[in-house]
């Protein structure tokens, strides 16, 4: 009885595996017979080598291209004289004095505090032009002056000179840099904990900051050297938020230490107690975001915020990912 069920239901699987067998045996033979034609064809036509590395090279330069093209777009911000005023009044004055289209080709617009923008367009020369003659009387209107990723090189010999350092940079890390690359020096000084070590902060161009940043080490002189990016973030001492510095601060002070309403001077909590203000703050508008509060808002190590405000600054100027 039991043999008799089994075989009924095996049998059927046993068919099926002989018809698969079968159709497998097929698809052999015509695909043999296709790489026999193919053979063929290859010895009547010429035959262009594909070369996937070629492919690849032409995709980083096209995707490359698209960022230089989308990031080369000029920085203007629109601001009212008068403070008061909203943001929307002053999109219409915008809309009513320039064609975003035919005369400056606006690619971005950006809400700013106190009823201002900030507009990315491709003819800022244009733009400031027009703004002048129609928008001068109630707007201040200024284009920001555009810069490029940062790195800086840690661990540099003290026998390298300032007025070498970018040679030595440019000529011995081949791998980073080629004739097109640019390399500002910014910055040359000795390392806080040892001064006879020195570092030096250089303004380069993209595509030169994703090699070093990847690479994360180069060659100067016959000492190895760390590379890091270093993109500044303004923190105001007045309120201690990012973006402004305190000369220009219009919010109310806050302490680094425990985010109270007082200045750091003016702090009775405990030494080891601390509240960042930034990552407090984010915390209350993102309902669900539990980012670390304990620690100082200058302690950019442990800062959730600070890591926000520098990822959007990545994307936003120079078109790396978040």
Partial sequence: MIDTIVAKHIKPLIDAISELKMTIQDLSTEN??????????????????????????????????????????????????????????????????????????IGKVKNLKDGGLLLKCDNSCNFKQIAQDKLSASYEIREVKSVGPRIRIAGIPDYIESKDVSSYMKKQNESIFDESSTCNLLKFSPIKKNNTVFQAVFEVDLITYKKALSLGHCLIGLKGCSIYGAIDITRCYNCNTFGHSQKYCKNTVSCPRCGGNHGLKDCNSDTDSFTCVNCNNLNIKNKNSEINVNHAAWDYSKCGAHQQVLQKIKQDLFGLPI
Avoid: H, W
């Fill in 32 to 105: 043999l017979n296709l790489r026999n034609e193919i053979g063929k064809l290859n010895n009547i036509l010429p035959c262009e080598q594909t070369n996937f590395a070629d492919i690849d090279a032409q995709n980083a330069k096209t995707s490359y291209r698209n960022v230089v093209t989308k990031n080369s777009q000029k920085t203007i911000i629109v601001m009212p004289k008068d403070d008061k005023q909203s943001t929307n009044k002053t999109k219409f004055d915008v809309m009513k004095s320039v064609d975003p289209l035919k005369d400056v080709n």
